[in-house]
T-cell receptor, first 112, second 114 residues
Framework: AQSVTQLDSQVPVFEEAPVELRCNYS??????LFWYVQYPNQGLQLLLK??????LVKGINGFEAEFNKSQTSFHLRKPSVHISDTAEYFC??????????FGKGTTLSVSS | ETGVTQSPTHLIKTRGQQVTLRCSSQ?????VSWYQQALGQGPQFIFQ???????GRGNFPPRFSGLQFPNYSSELNVNALELDDSALYLC?????????????FGPGTRLTVL
């Protein structure tokens, strides 16, 4: 069975500061990894995904993530955040099947 | 290109009632997945439909059932509603069933059970 742990439930940060949202996963099989963002009263939007190949994945809105197989991690980073990045962020894992397994989410709060 | 749409936006029901939620998939997508997102939690997989057949199910009781129609739109039905069924229900469509295909999410239906 697969599982996802998002290590921080809330991350407050000032505008233009760097941010890292941490995600660890557990799986006995090869996985696909995803980060989604959810703005208030909206559905989820895909930020980036790792399927195979380069372990550094670049996504939309200046986000990137690094897949680390030995540490079973897939941390999300952005070098300089904006107020508009305030949202809920979800890490998700999937094996060869159909379902996405999500973490509980990290609330990113960006203030000026 | 129209994205994934869901109806209704909000719904209030009482315990024991039945509810039907609807989802229209994105053009060209033949797969629909449903998720339940309780307050403060990540989405949990309910089931997936691929070309009108159930193609995977999460740990939800049989009172959660679904349908997919020839145009690939989908319904989620919940019978004998319980208070714990209060949640945001998300529908996602994708090009095919495998999880490496990006799932495009709708805005969700907020269900409140009193």
């Amino acid at each position: 069975a697969q599982s996802v742990t998002q290590l921080d439930s809330q991350v407050p940060v000032f505008e233009e500061a760097p941010v890292e949202l941490r995600c660890n996963y557990s799986s006995s099989v090869s996985v696909y990894l995803f980060w989604y963002v959810q703005y208030p009263n909206q559905g989820l939007q895909l930020l980036l995904k790792y399927l195979s190949g380069s372990t550094l994945v670049k996504g939309i809105n200046g986000f990137e993530a690094e897949f680390n197989k030995s540490q079973t991690s897939f941390h999300l980073r952005k070098p300089s955040v904006h107020i508009s990045d305030t949202a809920e962020y979800f890490c998700a894992v999937s094996g060869a099947g159909t379902a996405l397994i999500f973490g509980k989410g990290t609330t990113l709060s960006v203030s000026s | 290109e129209t994205g994934v749409t869901q109806s209704p936006t909000h719904l209030i029901k009482t315990r024991g009632q039945q509810v039907t939620l609807r989802c229209s998939s994105q053009s060209g997508h033949n797969t629909v997945s449903w998720y339940q997102q309780a307050l403060g939690q990540g989405p949990q997989f309910i089931f997936q439909y691929y070309r009108e057949e159930e193609n995977g199910r999460g740990n939800f009781p049989p009172r959660f059932s679904g349908l997919q129609f020839p145009n690939y739109s989908s319904e989620l039905n919940v019978n004998a509603l319980e208070l714990d069924d209060s949640a945001l229900y998300l529908c996602a469509s994708s090009l095919s069933w495998s999880s490496y295909n990006e799932q495009f999410f709708g805005p969700g239906t907020r269900l409140t059970v009193l």
